[in-house]
């Protein structure tokens, strides 16, 4: 499959912001995604950008894509204990709609 | 908003033995995906279909089928299941590739 990297952790104290960074390979991504995972749960699609915009605003998630360099990132703003989770970049490809890819996820511990 | 389901939440089998591993979902979607999810691994997808009786091979389908007779169903099958094989296990589905919808997953270990 195609190669989206993630870090592992991040920890982050409550009201500060958080941000996770992915990088992907395929310059023909379609949409890239932000999946949240909670323990023992499945994942839930949080937000998605298409590929021909820069930034995506939802509330307290901005999601900024430079396709010149391949990033994505996702900022929570004012982070709260129920934002801890596993967090998955995936992206889709152009010439296989069918196919999502998935970095190995960031889990975010957030510190009261 | 889309349900996925999938009929067991844990599952303990034995070595050998064949397990199926059961997904409903009720938005008509014509796309569904079996992953595995493995700690530092992410989600890696083992096969996935676009049609009933559809079937493509994903990255890991070693040791895996799958079985799709109804569009509403796709089922896991390990023919003959091993120890390596103990894992989470997502099934999703959409619609145009464009989302992917998640079930709460079946944490499977094999014995």
């Known amino acids: 499959g195609e190669d989206v990297e993630q870090s592992l952790f991040l920890s982050v104290r409550e009201g500060d912001s958080s941000v996770i960074n992915c990088t992907y390979t395929d310059s023909s991504s379609t949409y890239l995604y932000w999946y949240k995972q909670e323990p023992g749960a499945g994942l839930q699609l949080l937000t998605y950008i298409f590929s021909n915009m820069d930034m995506k605003q939802d509330q307290r998630l901005t999601v900024l894509l430079n396709k010149k360099d391949k990033h994505l990132s996702l900022r929570i703003a004012d982070t709260q204990t129920g934002d801890s989770a596993i967090y998955f970049c995936?992206?889709?490809?152009?010439?296989?709609?069918?196919?999502?890819?998935f970095g190995s996820g960031t889990k975010l511990n957030v510190k009261p | 908003d889309v349900k996925v389901t999938q009929s067991s939440r844990y599952l303990v089998k034995r070595t050998g033995e064949k397990v199926f591993l059961e997904c409903v979902q009720d938005?008509?979607?014509?796309?569904m995906f079996w992953y595995r999810q493995d700690p530092g691994l992410g989600l890696r997808l083992i096969y996935f279909s676009y049609d009933v009786k559809m079937k493509e091979k994903g990255d890991i389908p070693e040791g895996y089928s799958v079985s799709r007779e109804k569009k509403e169903r796709f089922s896991l099958i390990l023919e003959s299941a091993s120890t390596n094989q103990t894992s989470m296990y997502l099934c999703?589905?959409?619609?145009?590739?464009?989302?992917?919808?998640f079930g709460s997953g079946t944490q499977l270990s094999v014995l």
């Open positions: 999703a589905s959409s619609q145009s590739g464009v989302k992917l919808f």
């Open positions: 938005m008509d979607h014509e796309n």
């Open positions: 995936a992206e889709s490809i152009a010439d296989n709609f069918n196919k999502f890819y």
